[in-house]
Every structure is written in structure tokens, then in C-alpha cells.
């Protein structure tokens, strides 16, 4: 049954893939996007490694960056945050000497 969180699990794939720079999926089922289609084909979700000891996100993402991705991934997508909720966590998270700052402004300037 299709609901607006199932979106935030893509944007927060998304948000992983801009902050880390590293192609989703790989360390799991290798570069062959054909596998992960499987995956969800099955009605399995896919997740990157979100480990927050230095594996593939490392700890160049903040923590509460970090754990705000892993959230709008849980496996329940009624357990994810609504869009409202992505857009106040990310306001929070993104305001001026907060630990995503410099994001925010990389992001800004590549307009």
C-alpha cells in the first residue's frame, strides 16, 4: 500500500548518496543494479551500510545527520517521519553553527 513515507525512504537515499558521494548498494550486491531491482521486487528495501563506526558513511556525517537518514529508512514506513518532520529535522540540523552547516552551504553554492 503506497503512502507518502514510502518517498522519504527515496530521499533519504538520496541525502546518503549527496553526503557520502559513494553509489548505494554496492558493498552489499556489488554495481549490478539488476540485483537490487530483485530485492524490491521481493518487497525488501534495500538499505546502504548506515553504520556510524567509520564503515561506509564514516564520521564525516554528523551523528544527527546520521541518525536522521537511518530513521526515514526503518523498515516500517509508518514509523518513518513525514515530510513535515523531514523539513523541520533538516532546518534544525542545517541552521547556522550546526554540525551541517558547511553542507548547507556547499549545497547552496552549486546552484
Known sequence: CYT??????S???IM???STGLDPFVEQFGSDAEI???????????R???A?????????LPKDFHQFIKDCWHP???SRPAAIE?????????APGSAISSLTKFFQGSS
Open 4 to 9: 507518502d513515507r514510502v518517498d522519504i525512504y
Open 11 to 13: 530521499f533519504a537515499l
Open 16 to 18: 546518503w548518496f549527496m
Open 36 to 46: 537490487v531491482l530483485k530485492e524490491f521486487l521481493k518487497g525488501k528495501e534495500p
Open 48 to 50: 546502504p551500510d548506515v
Open 52 to 60: 556510524y563506526n567509520g564503515a561506509r558513511c564514516g564520521p564525516s
Open 76 to 78: 516500517s514506513a509508518q
Open 86 to 94: 523531514c523539513n523541520q529535522r533538516l532546518t534544525k540540523l542545517s
